[in-house]
């Protein structure tokens, strides 16, 4: 595998060492078109001055030797050329003593010879500090009525001085800093994402408390925290998920223990006719549980995934409300129940279906916790700012401390069940509500009753 870690020092050192091509081109150009006249005519001017000490002034041969070699020792490498082509050498000896043709011109025809503009062969500015005869300046003088070449260059060992020494070490100093810094900028940048690496692993295991320590102000730093957000979430929709398949199955399962028994109590001999009733009467209605908690579950689910095909129609609402009131009107006279309701013309945009689910579970949650001989009021309004449909009854209320968990799946306040309970409905009730844009409220003293307040924004949605 190629880690992210040798990606980024390879890609580091290349672009180090286009860095350093790019930077020697520069400075070779810079050479090249400025510097190197600029060295040439110093030289020149240097050799000239040396020629113009020595004429002005009657030399013997002697000290014309050892002033020719005091020159050389401040720094420059001399051969002085004769007619006949003998050559004397001061300095620092040149590799290369080659007397270029270019050069016999300085004696034939007096002309000044600059070596440096001969270059041809060498690439870049490196040939112009080679060490060769053909790489000096040459000026013609006559000393004792003989002509003479004198060629000099600067001994680039000598002229090298403490700058030269600063600049390459504070260059080398650059490189060094630069490679140590990458190789911690590298590491910094990799250590986070194999952490990373490491948890996903562990949430892959469906292990969601592995533990990831990267605190930094920058974009890993807001990818750690959004993972650290997903592993919290995906913990808490892992215990919800484990809650929820064991309500499920203890749901599931008591009614079927109690169809069970009855039915093993069903076959006894000599059963008399008032048991046998009591039992299929027990059978059936936990029959008819099993069937509601599939239904809503299903429902439920469908809601949950987004699956579920809404229906979208505009419709009377108040019409809706009166259908279900009318439903279970034997019910509440069952129950002794008084009933009683202001609904305002409304028309209403969703889907129907889902919405009689909502006015369903409120009523019979309505009539369910009620008291014998208690009260239910449905009103629906509707005015400029919304919908609002409440319903309010003077059941047995609810308590204040379970009023969050009221719309959590499977929450039941009374742990004692009552049979036709699931604790779902006021969950697919708010989810329904939800759907429709809308919002749900409860109000609720516990002896006095509840008042459950759904609001819809208005005009009525048109998209979902
Ligand atoms: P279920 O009625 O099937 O138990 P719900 O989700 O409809 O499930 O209700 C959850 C719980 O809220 C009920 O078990 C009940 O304790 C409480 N509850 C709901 N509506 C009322 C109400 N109108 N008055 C008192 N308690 C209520």
Do not use: C
């Not at 190789?183 to 469906?206: S, Y």
């Not at 039992?279 to 689910?301: F, N, W």
């Amino acid at each position: 595998m190629k880690t992210l870690y040798r990606q980024f020092t390879v890609a580091t050192l290349f672009i180090l060492a286009i860095s350093i091509l790019i930077g020697f081109s520069i400075a070779n150009i810079f050479y090249v078109t400025v510097t190197k006249d600029e060295t040439i005519e110093q030289n020149v001017a240097i050799a000239e001055e040396i020629i113009s000490t020595v004429q002005n002034v009657p030399y013997s041969d002697e000290s014309f030797t050892n002033y020719l070699q005091a020159v050389a020792k401040l720094g420059y490498q001399i051969a002085l050329v004769d007619s006949s082509g003998e050559m004397q050498f001061f300095g620092k000896p040149f590799d290369d003593t080659a007397f270029p043709e270019q050069a016999g011109l300085v004696l034939s025809e007096n002309e000044v010879y600059t070596g440096l503009d001969n270059f041809t062969d060498d690439i870049f500015m490196i040939g112009h500090f080679t060490n060769k005869l053909h790489n000096t300046v040459g000026v013609p003088f006559e000393r004792n009525g003989e002509p003479y070449g004198l060629f000099i260059r600067p001994d680039t060992k000598l002229v090298s001085t403490d700058i030269h020494s600063v600049l390459i070490g504070f260059v080398v100093a650059i490189a060094l800093v630069s490679i140590i810094g990458m190789i911690w900028m590298a590491r910094q940048l990799t250590r986070p994402i194999v952490q990373l690496t490491e948890a996903t692993k562990h949430i892959a295991r469906e292990n969601y408390s592995f533990p990831l320590d990267i605190r930094r102000n920058d974009e890993i730093g807001q990818l750690s925290e959004s993972f650290n957000l997903m592993q919290k979430q995906l913990q808490h929709n892992d215990s919800a998920r484990k809650s929820f398949i064991s309500n499920v199955s203890h749901d599931f399962q008591s009614p079927l223990m109690n169809i069970q028994g009855y039915a093993d109590l069903l076959k006894s001999p000599g059963l008399s006719d008032n048991d046998r009733l009591a039992y299929t009467s027990i059978i059936d209605q936990e029959a008819k549980r099993l069937s509601s908690l599939t239904r809503q579950l299903l429902l439920l689910t469908s809601l949950d995934q987004g699956a579920y095909p809404m229906k979208t129609k505009e419709f009377q609402l108040d019409e809706q409300l009166r259908g279900v009131v009318r439903k279970y009107r034997w019910r509440l006279e069952e129950e002794d129940i008084n009933l009683s309701y202001q609904l305002a013309p409304t028309r209403f945009r969703g889907d129907a279906e889902l919405l009689d689910n909502v006015w369903d579970n409120l009523l019979t949650n309505a009539i369910k916790y009620n008291k014998p001989g208690g009260s239910i009021e449905i009103i629906l309004q509707s005015d400029d700012t919304g919908i609002t449909v409440t319903f309010k009854d003077s059941g047995q209320g609810i308590p204040e401390d379970a009023l969050p968990q009221l719309f959590d799946r499977f929450y039941r306040v009374d742990a004692a069940r009552k049979k036709d309970s699931t604790g779902l409905g006021l969950s697919i009730v708010h989810q329904i509500v939800t759907l429709h844009h809308g919002t749900i409220r409860v109000n609720s003293r516990l002896g006095t009753g509840s008042e459950f307040i759904l609001s819809f924004p208005h005009p009525v949605p048109t998209q979902y």
